[in-house]
């Protein structure tokens, strides 16, 4: 019993602390969005892989996350009836990768913020409505 009282007050600590994703820090983001770019860059110079040392393996491993985060946020936007961006068509995960990419690149005071907040503005200041 008394190491439970003990024990109790640390679990209910841990409880408090809020849960973040990896995808919470636009830095974190930036890194794996740079891997899909660059392996994707790759895959077109050298046309194929050719052993798991091969640097396209760790690079497509964070532009997998990159381009889940980028379906998740559209997809989770798509319900949203008045966008403040409008998306060309087609346009593909590698492009909205160098979109973000270079919108942290011109905004480093951003890197802290919540990926989502930076995705967004990317994407307007990218892809602003006409009206």
């Known amino acids: ?15 408090m602390i809020p849960l973040y994703t990896y995808s919470s820090d636009s830095l974190i983001l930036l890194e794996r969005c740079k891997g899909h770019i660059n392996s994707m860059e790759l895959v077109k110079s050298n046309g194929n892989v050719t052993s798991l040392e091969d640097p396209i393996i760790k690079l497509s491993l ?61 994407l307007i200041s990218y892809f602003p409505c006409k009206n």
């Open 1 to 15: 019993m008394k190491s439970l009282k003990i024990k109790l007050p640390f679990f209910a600590i841990f409880l």
């Open 62 to 122: 964070d532009g997998n996350f990159c381009v889940g985060y980028i379906h998740g946020f559209l997809d989770a936007q798509s319900s949203i009836q008045e966008k403040k961006y409008c998306l060309p068509y087609p346009i593909d995960t590698y492009q909205i990768a160098k979109v973000y990419s270079k919108y942290l690149e011109e905004h480093p005071e951003k890197l802290h913020q919540n990926s989502n907040i930076t995705f967004s503005e990317a």
